[in-house]
């Protein structure tokens, strides 16, 4: 029998591995998060799912896009601290929630053996229908599976023993853009590293007129800041904290 699950997510992890679907989405919704455990000393590992080729807003070939996204999610990386960058090279726009997708993610979290996992909320978020981009609730549902039962099994996906990655388990899940989010951390004092992030994304953001881009995300802060009950002028972003030990 266990004993009773912990109110709150560990102070300090080792390890974390960020597992979402585009470039930039860790970004948006997580790079000031990235950056206060970068300080901390947390290694953290970003797996992305899709290289983001189905993105863009002038006229770049779709066969340039996907190498043109994976530098600049490696330069929006390098701003919060983070080396270790992987692809999973799946399409983008066309995500399902197979099997192998999650042996892929489980294939990582075997490798990377971390103490918490940062990936998007499976749930739709009425509020906010622009987080509830189809990707993202497949591969937060995806890692969710990877997560529970796959990774930490061993009897699942035996060719993963086989590449001798032995079963492991992730205490703790961190679920952006969830319609449920229950803890919140104050990102203001390392704010100027995730608008470096933001703006590492060229094809993405460069149509913004200058300054809009900092004061969407930054509006957006402050409200989830406020939200929570922190100071005025504030900045934060939460996620919906799940123990999964």
């Known amino acids: 029998m266990t004993g009773p699950l912990p109110a709150a997510p560990a102070a300090h992890v080792?390890?974390?591995?960020?597992v979402l679907a585009h470039p930039d989405d860790v970004d948006f919704g997580s790079a000031g998060t990235v950056a206060t455990w970068t300080a901390a000393g947390t290694e953290v590992t970003y797996c992305i799912v899709t290289d983001g080729d189905a993105g863009g807003f002038d006229e770049t070939p779709r066969d340039r896009m996907g190498p043109l996204r994976q530098a600049e999610q490696?330069?929006?990386?390098?701003?919060?601290?983070v080396e270790d960058v992987r692809f999973l090279g799946y399409p983008d726009g066309r995500l399902e929630l197979t099997l192998d997708l999650r042996r892929d993610i489980s294939r990582v979290?075997?490798?990377?053996?971390?103490?918490?996992?940062?990936?998007?909320?499976?749930?739709?978020?009425?509020?906010?229908?622009?987080?509830?981009?189809?990707?993202?609730?497949?591969?937060?549902?995806?890692?969710?599976?990877?997560v529970y039962p796959d990774a930490r099994?061993?009897?699942?996906?035996?060719?993963?023993?086989?590449?001798?990655?032995?079963?492991?388990?992730?205490?703790?899940?961190?679920?952006?853009?969830?319609?449920?989010?229950?803890?919140?951390?104050?990102?203001?004092?390392?704010?100027d590293r995730k608008f470096a992030a933001l703006r590492s994304h060229v094809t993405q953001v460069s149509h913004q007129p200058e300054g809009q881009l900092e004061e969407f995300v930054g509006d957006?802060?402050?409200?989830?800041?406020?939200?929570?009950?922190?100071?005025?002028?504030?900045?934060?972003?939460?996620?919906?904290?799940?123990?999964?030990?």
């Open 74 to 81: 490696r330069a929006a990386a390098k701003e919060v601290g």
């Open 220 to 245: 957006w802060m402050r409200q989830t800041a406020q939200r929570f009950g922190l100071p005025e002028g504030r900045m934060a972003e939460a996620f919906h904290v799940v123990h999964t030990a």
């Open 109 to 146: 979290i075997r490798q990377v053996r971390p103490q918490r996992v940062l990936t998007s909320s499976p749930e739709r978020f009425w509020e906010r229908i622009g987080a509830s981009h189809p990707d993202h609730m497949t591969v937060g549902e995806s890692t969710l599976r990877a």
């Open 153 to 191: 099994n061993p009897f699942a996906f035996p060719e993963l023993l086989a590449e001798g990655l032995e079963a492991w388990t992730v205490p703790e899940v961190w679920l952006g853009a969830s319609p449920r989010a229950d803890h919140v951390v104050d990102v203001t004092d390392v704010v």
């Open 14 to 18: 080792e390890r974390v591995l960020c």
